[in-house]
């Protein structure tokens, strides 16, 4: 393919992703396929010889599309929302077309310093606390990771080689091992298993601390665990908060758990994976207060904020614990311009070496958008889930499990969880809408979560119509064999 037919094609690419998109509600949500569907429809091996572009496009609906799971249809309810929007998919387009890889501020410097720059507009726009800006002088930063599991990691590795330094100047006697045997690392029983996860690639303990009926870890709880922990000899260093949780979206209490990590010389790192996009809202910033203890923030645009995965946005206090975990310097990636203090290499505060130039699909998006357009996206799908909130509570039969705080709803109807199973089989099975559950306790919960960007009210409307109807069919089945045994 040259740069003529590149043109043509090009423009043809779009067309498709652009019918694709705006037809979406058409297809199915999710696919008709069986596991290992794939193989038998492609070859065995490469072609030895080339093939042409019309070969090639016309598998795109025989082979690719019956086994996608439609996450950008208005009927996709599940998990949480993957942003996309047409200014981040020409951003894309840009970023693969200059292929840099931005290891290092030679390697582009255009790809490190927009970054750099765009990591302070998000920050300002979330109204963090100055001390996690780079500014011109700053001693913090922001940075885009993959996803929020590696902001974790990345959070938890710094903490440790952190904590192991510190300890070995004040107890020189120790060795690394012994330090290590000793760490500790916390989080909510309601939090992500990506926490879990980081602290078994950084070989440590973690420990879960219970949280409140309110699903939310506060102060006392975190503090019990703490001082048992440390009359048994062990050391606390990293404690990860999260606001809005997987499970039901509930938010650790950062005012009463700050000072206190902040006291006990723990790493406080926030996940807000996906809540961190509505902190751009003036009305919703305030859960975020408490921000100023932590030394770590991490939220997901590529979730809420129309920008194209992947794109996690993570900010640190002092740049330095991230570089000072992380730094190797060989020969071949140095460059002169390295020591001068205005650099950031951003290979340091990352585990690939490799990076592709994520920023542009911020720029695009920020500028596209404007504050005021991202904030009535997140407003327009915080509506829509009090809308499917208040269908349901008008619905004797279910119950809200928990507070819908922004666009996550967690529901159920009134009864055991194999009903509950029950009901979201046949939602999932009749493949009009798509759900996932959640266990909240001992209870079976299932999980409505506002994702498109093009959902609207109708939508809403229709599932709750669809799940009310369903449930009533499978009430009727249930209470007649239940009658029978």
């Given amino acids: ?69 439609h996450w950008h249809s208005p009927y996709f309810f599940a998990y949480f929302p993957s942003a996309s929007s047409f200014p981040a998919l020409l951003a894309d387009m840009l970023c693969g077309g200059i292929g840099c890889v931005g290891f290092s501020w030679a390697a582009s410097p255009a790809c490190t310093e927009l970054e750099t720059v765009m990591l302070d507009w998000l920050g300002k726009m979330v109204n963090l606390p100055k001390e996690f800006l780079a500014e011109k002088d700053g001693q913090g930063g922001g940075v885009i990771q993959g996803s929020a599991s590696e902001a974790t990691l990345i959070a938890l590795l710094a903490a440790r080689t952190k904590i192991i330094r510190q300890v070995q100047s004040e107890k020189p006697e120790l060795t690394e091992a012994e330090i290590m045997g000793r760490l500790v690392a916390y989080a909510s029983d309601q939090a992500h298993s990506s926490v879990e996860r980081a602290a078994l690639i950084g070989a440590v303990k973690i420990k879960s601390v219970p949280s409140d009926d309110t699903f939310s870890v506060c102060g006392s709880a975190l503090k019990k665990v703490l001082d048992e922990d440390k009359a048994a000899g062990l050391i606390p260093f990293f404690f990860c908060a999260t606001l809005g949780t997987t499970s039901c979206c509930s938010f650790d209490k950062l005012l009463e758990l700050g000072p206190i990590c902040n006291k006990e010389n723990i790493w406080m790192h926030i996940d807000a994976a996906y809540a961190g996009s509505a902190f751009i809202c003036p009305e919703f910033r305030h859960l975020l207060n408490g921000v100023e203890f932590a030394d770590s923030f991490n939220f997901n645009p590529h979730k809420w904020l129309l920008v194209n995965f992947d794109c996690s946005a993570m900010w640190v206090k002092k740049r330095s614990d991230l570089i000072g975990a992380f730094k190797l310097e060989p020969l071949y990636l140095q460059h002169h311009h390295q020591e001068s ?102 209870k079976f919960v299932l999980r409505f979560a506002v994702c498109s960007r093009t959902v609207e009210s109708t939508h809403i409307k229709f599932a709750w119509q669809h799940i009310s109807q369903l449930a009533t069919d499978l009430l009727k089945t249930w209470e007649h064999n239940h009658h029978q045994q």
């Fill in 341 to 442: 203090g205005l650099v950031t290499d951003y290979r340091h505060w990352q585990i690939p070496l490799g990076r592709r130039f994520r920023s542009l699909k911020l720029w695009f998006v920020l500028r596209m958008y404007g504050v005021k357009g991202l904030q009535e996206h997140i407003r327009k799908h915080i509506r829509l889930s009090h809308q499917f909130e208040h269908l349901v509570l008008q619905d004797e039969r279910f119950e809200i499990c928990a507070e819908v705080v922004l666009g996550l709803v967690c529901f159920r109807l009134k009864g055991s969880n194999e009903l509950n199973e029950a009901l979201l089989k046949s939602i999932n099975d009749a493949k009009k809408i798509h759900l996932v559950p959640c266990h909240l306790r001992e």
């Fill in 1 to 69: 393919m040259d740069a003529a037919e590149f043109r043509k094609r090009g423009k043809e690419m779009v067309d498709y992703v652009a019918d694709y998109l705006e037809k979406i509600e058409k297809r199915q949500v999710f696919p008709d396929v069986e596991p290992g569907y794939l193989r038998p429809l492609v070859a065995d091996c490469a072609p030895q010889d080339p093939e042409s572009f019309e070969d090639v496009f016309k598998d795109i609906e025989k082979i690719i599309m019956p086994g996608v799971t």
